[in-house]
């Protein structure tokens, strides 16, 4: 219905194609905002910021110090120093 409405923006002799994938694209995007807005806006209702900021990683806990050293240190250096700043 968008492009049927707004037919009269495409240029002849560009890619109807690439105008009409631009247009699913666009309301892709405003539906995954309204999206996110409405959850955040549900979510901040029942939570304060402080906690919805909060985040703690689970660690299995079957894994050792020992293991996770052990782990680090058999992959190479650049992945090791990317995945520690990570």
Known sequence: MKAWNHQGSFAE????KAWLFTILLNEFRAQRRSWFKTRVTQESEELPL????????????????????QALDSIPQD???????V
Do not use: C, F, K, W
């Not at 002799?13 to 109807?16: E, K, S, Y």
């Open 13 to 16: 002799g560009t890619n109807i």
């Open 50 to 69: 402080s906690e919805m900021l909060q985040y703690e990683a689970p660690v299995p806990e079957h894994i050792s110090d020992e293991d996770l050293l």
């Open 79 to 85: 992945y090791r120093d990317v995945l520690l700043l």
